[in-house]
């Protein structure tokens, strides 16, 4: 009796069901999982310090400057995660930049020089923006140059600010190219009271403006349109001169917009960064350019 009971009971026993056991983990899962959540945190933590208030990180309630915008902080955000909450803030920022470039070009055997019509790069930027669901922050360089630029001159004193402002005292001899200017505007910038690190962040902004324009010219000029050099095709390019426009969006209820704030650059000699893509630049320019609106007026 007792044998067929002990029975009945391993048979029940073995009829419920078993409780399933979780396969284990590999060590090397678990620092997957353990990267991915530190990196995410990372990115959150970044991405606050880059919005948070100034009072925070010691950045100007405008967002241009400040050390929050600076060094390794500065290096991730941008250009790919950079963002702003203006939009929504109390007090949003009421400006778009515009960023507009032309060329000198050499006149003759009398070394004379001709200004080219100014390009407005930001229109022409502004066409590989339409019809984009998610359009990137690398998609906007002429108007992150121009208010990184414009941020950068106003960190300098008044007085230096002059000095970044003057044309060169005369055109090189015909056919040389002109010496590079950045050390001598240094060593001016310094004898006029800026700081060392102000005029870095300045000059390295003022190279950025020379390449960007530089790179424009050749691709606009490559493209043979008649509007190059003022109607002067094949004109040896001398400088380059950048300036930046700063135009006031018409707050809710205001009866006019704002006046435009412009800050015209001296003119450099063309400088290029290494490694850039002229081809592919050019390639995306004339794609872009021809459906732009034409040029802005005041060529000579």
């Known amino acids: 009796m007792s044998t067929a009971q002990d029975a009945g009971s391993a048979g029940s026993r073995s009829a419920e069901p078993s409780t399933p056991v979780a396969p284990a983990v590999s060590r090397r899962v678990r620092f997957l999982v353990i990267g991915v959540w530190a990196l995410l945190l990372a990115h959150f933590v970044a991405t606050f310090l880059w919005t948070a208030p100034g009072f925070l990180t ?22 790919v ?35 080219g019509p100014w390009i407005d790069t930001t229109a022409v930027e502004a ?35 002059l000095v970044v402002l003057r044309p060169p005292a005369a055109g090189p001899a015909p056919g040389q190219a002109p010496p590079e200017p950045w050390p001598a505007l240094r060593a001016a910038l310094l004898d006029d009271g800026a700081a060392p690190g102000v005029v870095d962040e300045y000059l390295a902004q003022d190279r950025a403006l020379a390449a960007y324009a ?53 003119a450099r000699p063309p400088y290029a960064v290494a490694g850039q893509d002229d081809a592919a630049f050019r390639s995306a320019w004339d794609a872009l350019r021809y459906e732009s609106p034409a040029d802005d007026e005041g060529a000579p």
């Open 127 to 161: 066409r590989a923006l339409t019809g984009h669901l998610l359009p990137a922050a690398t998609e906007r360089p002429a108007r992150r140059l121009a208010s990184d630029a414009r941020a950068a001159y106003l960190e300098l004193p008044e007085k230096a600010r």
């Open 81 to 115: 995660f950079a963002q702003s909450w203006s939009i929504f803030a109390p007090s949003p920022l009421h400006v778009e930049y515009t960023l507009r470039v032309r060329g000198m070009y050499e006149r003759g055997i009398d070394g004379g020089l001709v200004p």
């Open 214 to 266: 530089t790179q424009v010219l050749r691709a606009d000029g490559a493209s043979g349109r008649p509007a190059m050099g003022a109607g002067r095709p094949g004109l040896p390019l001398v400088y380059v001169q950048a300036e930046v426009v700063r135009h006031g969006i018409t707050r809710y209820g205001a009866q006019e917009r704002p006046g435009p704030d412009g800050l015209t650059v001296g």
């Open 58 to 79: 010691g950045r100007p309630d405008d967002g241009t400057a400040g050390p929050a915008r600076t060094g390794a902080l500065a290096a991730y955000m941008t250009p």
